[in-house]
Each structure stands twice: as structure tokens, then as C-alpha cells.
């Protein structure tokens, strides 16, 4: 083959231009494979954490739920019924927040506490024998943050489902960011001059009868460096993510754990409840100024329609240890990523030293020939490392590679 581009040699060669190409397409697939062989285990790690953490959760918001409709079941049976729908839609958005649907912590707080209100002045604060009219429960649905019957309870909810709800969230959407960095880096483009510089290590030396030979350890490093550049432009960062998702891994546990928080909202609303039947007579004088006399319809009030062990077994066994189990979950998770915080500095060295190169003092190739050692200079890993490269052309950043590094960035900051 006369016409080989790449795998050009003073001796003659078994090579034609068809199997250079074909080779050329080998090379670049043997290495993308090699690459997602070396991210595996991380991806594994992330991507098997992020769906344990999010199925917690979830669990988590069913069993909070629970123990809300279950104290409107036992203490204030007559307005269970309504009451639990505003449960309801209460923990769907606490999970739509929590999954990362922009809604804010303080709206859907209040909403809950607004909708509440006509509820408990109807049955608690001005119980009468007929129900209040629709109308006259959407004044006071409007008139609640003024009137204040629940006391200080709002406030406080406001705070703890603020501070415990957003670190979880973010420690989720961190979390995927992990699995969509590994799975972009994963589907490198290889440019030009780099897939070429891989088929002349990889399978120029088959052209010459050479199948046993394996490149030079310093004649990988920089094809690989090169090929690899922009990966590793992406390790500072990383280090960056996996320590700042260390640090707020830290800062979830406490008072404003998720766990303690959403556990414990039913007991907030008791206290609410407790507060409204306390400033009852007040209440009633606030709201006959606001809304006037109570406007009556006939009395519709079903009684506890919330099943309560429905769900109850599957939850028992998760409730009391869950915090402990929830808070050593994350350690566990965070010192396991950590072995990886070097993971895109070091993936060339690691890609040469474990699959592709020849071991140390054995004959191996340098591009030409096979030879006791590779001569020219071995250059660092990084974009600007690359211009004093021998064996591959290194031009800018990967815009795909520059998104994924903005990404991190901002998650860092978040």
C-alpha cells in the first residue's frame, strides 16, 4: 500500500488504504472503550447513589404525610377529610422542590396555612351546625396572614422546610451533574490529528507484522495527554465539586435534617392548631371585622377517609433509624467519591499504566520502529502543557467540555 497516510514505513507493509481505515475506526472505538472501562465504577458509585437518595426521599415525604393526616384522624376527626387534602398538596410540593421543579418553600408554606385556616375557623374556632359558604371561606383564606390565628407556626415552618429541603435538593441535582459530566466525557470527540496519532500507536505496527508489540510508556502518556487534553483542563473542578459536595454533605445533619424536619411537621401543626383554638375568641373578633358575620350552608363533613395502614407497613421499619441511616449514607457515599477527587487529573497516566502501554524495560514502539526506549520529551497533562507535544497538535477547549466545566462551576457556587 503506497497510498497509506498514516502508516507510512521505509519497509514494505501488509497494509492497504482500506484496512488503514478500518484500523483508524478500531483505534478511536479502543479507546472510547478503554476510557468508559476507567469511569465505570465512578459513574456506577454516583448513579446508584442519586436513585437510593431520591427513593429516601420519597419516602420520606410519604411518611411525613402520613403522620399529618393520621394526627388530623385522631385528634381533629371532623375536619379530617378536608384537612387531608391540603395535607396532600402540601408534601407534593414538598416533593416537586425537592426534585427540582421551581416552586418556593415559602409560597406553598403559606398556601398550606391560607387553605387550613377556613378549615379550623369552621370547626375549631367558630364551630356552627351548618358549614361556612364557600365565598365567606375564601375571605378568610385571604385574610389569614393578617389575622395570624396560627400564631408564630407559619413562620417557623417557613424556616425549617427553607433550610432543610434546599441542601437535600441541591445535594441531588449535584448528584446527576456527577452522572452527566462522567457520561459527556465518556463521548469524547476525538479531533483529527489525535485519532490519527492513535491509530499510529495503536495499529500502525500490525502493518509491519508487529502484533505483540505495545507503545512506549512516554510515547502513550503524550498521544493520551493529547488526545485527553481537555479532560483534564476538567480536574480542577472536579476536585472542587466532590469537596464542596463534602462540605454540605457535612451541613445536613442537625436540627435542620431533612429527616427531622418533615418527621416532625405534624407536630408543628399540632401546635398551630393548638394556637388557633388558644386565640379563638380574638380570631373570631379579627374575622367579623374582616369578613364579617359567618355566611352558613348545610353541614357536609365526612368523616376519616385518610387509610391508615395502607401504607404504614412498608414505613415502620424505615421511620425511627432513618436519620441514622439516611446521615451514614451520605458519609459512606462522600468518602468513597473522594478516592475519585483525582480521577480526571490522572486518567491518562492510568489509561497507559493499565491497559495500553508496555511494561518498563520491555522493547516496545515509538510510532517508527520498535525500540529499548522512547526518546523524546514527555509533556505534562492540560491544554498548555500540549504545544511542546511530539506526537499530537492540541488546539482550544472542546466547546462541549467548556459547558460541562461552566456547569460545575455553578454548581459549586449553588
Not at 509491519?208 to 479532560?231: E, F, H, V
Not at 507535544?389 to 455553578?410: A, M, R, W, Y
Amino acid at each position: 500500500g503506497v497510498d497509506l497516510q498514516v502508516c507510512t514505513s521505509k519497509n514494505p507493509t501488509c497494509c492497504t488504504k482500506k484496512m488503514e481505515e478500518r484500523y483508524q475506526t478500531a483505534a478511536k472505538q479502543d479507546i472510547q472503550q478503554v476510557l468508559q472501562t476507567s469511569s465505570a465504577t465512578l459513574k456506577f458509585l454516583i448513579s446508584r447513589n442519586a436513585a437510593a437518595f431520591q427513593e429516601t426521599f420519597e419516602m420520606l415525604i410519604r411518611l411525613a404525610e402520613n403522620y399529618t393526616s393520621t394526627l388530623f384522624c385522631n385528634a381533629y376527626r371532623n375536619m379530617a377529610a378536608e384537612a387531608t387534602v391540603q395535607v396532600q398538596e402540601f408534601f407534593t410540593d414538598v416533593g416537586l422542590f425537592l426534585f427540582g421543579t421551581d416552586v418556593s418553600t415559602e409560597e406553598f408554606v403559606n398556601r398550606f396555612f391560607d387553605t387550613l385556616f377556613p378549615v379550623v375557623y369552621n370547626h375549631v374556632i367558630n364551630p356552627g351546625p351548618t358549614d361556612i359558604s364557600l365565598e365567606y371561606a375564601e375571605c378568610l383564606r385571604v385574610a389569614r396572614r393578617d389575622i395570624r390565628p396560627f400564631g408564630d407556626v407559619p413562620k417557623k415552618a417557613i424556616g425549617q422546610m427553607g433550610r432543610a429541603l434546599l441542601p437535600s435538593r441541591t445535594f441531588l441535582q449535584a448528584l446527576n451533574l456527577g452522572i452527566e459530566v462522567i457520561n459527556t466525557t465518556d463521548h469524547l470527540r476525538f479531533s483529527k490529528d489525535c485519532s490519527r496519532a492513535l491509530l499510529r500507536m495503536q495499529y500502525c505496527p500490525h502493518c509491519q507484522g508487529l502484533t505483540l508489540s505495545k507503545p512506549c510508556m512516554g510515547y502513550c502518556l503524550n498521544i493520551i495527554r493529547g488526545c485527553l487534553a481537555d479532560l483534564a483542563e476538567v480536574d480542577l473542578h472536579w476536585r472542587g465539586y466532590i469537596q464542596s459536595l463534602e462540605e454540605l454533605s457535612r451541613a445536613m445533619s442537625g436540627a435542620y435534617d431533612i429527616e427531622h424536619v418533615l418527621l416532625n411537621f405534624h407536630s408543628l401543626i399540632n401546635d398551630a392548631l393548638v394556637q388557633a383554638r388558644i386565640n379563638g375568641p380574638e380570631v373570631s373578633e379579627q374575622v367579623n371585622k374582616i369578613c364579617g358575620p359567618p355566611v352558613r350552608k348545610p353541614k357536609e363533613s365526612p368523616g376519616c377517609s385518610f387509610d391508615q395502614n395502607k401504607d404504614n407497613q412498608g414505613l415502620k421499619m424505615f421511620s425511627k433509624d432513618s436519620e441514622e441511616t439516611l446521615t451514614n449514607r451520605r458519609k459512606e457515599f462522600v468518602s468513597h467519591l473522594r478516592l475519585y477527587r483525582a480521577f480526571y487529573g490522572g486518567l491518562a497516566d492510568q489509561m497507559c499504566g493499565n491497559e495500553l502501554a508496555a511494561a518498563d524495560g520491555l522493547p516496545c514502539w515509538n510510532g517508527e520502529d520498535v525500540v529499548r526506549s522512547y526518546t523524546h520529551r514527555v509533556v505534562g497533562s492540560g491544554i498548555k502543557a500540549q504545544s511542546a507535544n511530539p506526537e499530537v497538535k492540541v488546539k482550544g477547549t472542546d466547546p462541549v467540555i467548556s459547558q460541562i466545566i461552566d456547569k460545575l462551576k455553578h454548581v459549586i457556587q449553588v
